[in-house]
């Protein structure tokens, strides 16, 4: 669920940011970081998405509420990122314009669990209050046929309120350069889908 904030999924840095720190060194050196390209268009989003939003925000609620022990359905939180990783993650979802957010749809992944964690993080918010905070989130625009929070630079979705799975996934290109044993000095990010898509410059770590 790309186009997120923190550390990757688009909204962390827009492309025009990731040029600020672009070089025009030689690219023999820097690893290529392979992600897919979104490349959709985008579309106003209408009250239907938004009230289904809500149906799906009252159903997670409930399931919460049927929990036997909801301090348990609490996911362990995946940490940031930080570093070059941090830099290539951000670069990487906003290249790839978030790819792996089109099938959120109107539930965004939200579920029990992620309600869970957001009322032990914010007891002061009622049941409304919390679906309030959801529905004020929605863009005015978003990526047509991909995630109600999918807008034009990326996911509107503060990283407090979004499922685990949003704010700990990364695709495979993504995860083969943070899995690597020493974190590359330069890297560049290539992302493309069925002949389309945008490459970064070369981006090179400042340690
Ligand atoms: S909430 Fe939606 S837009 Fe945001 S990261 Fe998750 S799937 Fe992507
Ligand atoms: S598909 Fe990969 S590069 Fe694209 S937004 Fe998702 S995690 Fe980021």
């Given amino acids: ?10 909204a962390g840095m827009s492309v025009s940011a990731v040029s ?27 009250p ?3 009230r289904a939003l809500r149906r ?11 929990a036997k022990h909801p301090e348990k359905l609490i996911q362990p939180r ?27 749809g109107e539930q965004a992944y939200i579920d029990d669990r992620t309600m869970a964690r957001v009322r032990a993080e914010r007891p002061e918010l009622d049941a409304r209050a919390v679906i309030r905070l959801y529905a004020e989130s ?12 999918h807008g034009e630079k990326g ?17 495979t290109g993504l995860r083969d350069f943070l899995n690597r044993k020493r974190v ?7 992302a493309s889908r069925n002949g389309a898509g945008q490459t970064s410059g070369t981006l090179r770590s400042e340690t």
Avoid: W
């Fill in 155 to 171: 996911c509107t979705l503060d990283r407090p309120l979004r499922a685990e799975l949003c704010n700990s996934y990364y695709c």
């Fill in 1 to 10: 669920m790309a186009f997120r904030g923190g550390s990757g999924k688009i």
């Fill in 138 to 149: 929605v863009p005015a625009t978003a990526y047509r046929g991909s995630c109600i929070f």
């Fill in 78 to 104: 995946e940490p940031e990122l930080d570093g070059f990783q941090a830099t290539i993650a951000a670069a990487a979802c906003a290249h790839c314009q978030g790819f792996c957010c089109k099938n959120g």
């Fill in 48 to 50: 239907d998405r938004v």
């Fill in 184 to 190: 590359p000095g330069a890297a560049v990010v290539v």
């Fill in 20 to 46: 600020q720190i672009e070089t025009r060194e030689p690219r023999a050196r820097a690893v290529t970081v392979n992600v897919p390209f979104q490349g959709g268009e985008l579309a106003p989003v209408t």
């Fill in 56 to 66: 799906n925000l009252v159903e997670a609620m409930r399931d919460l509420r049927r």
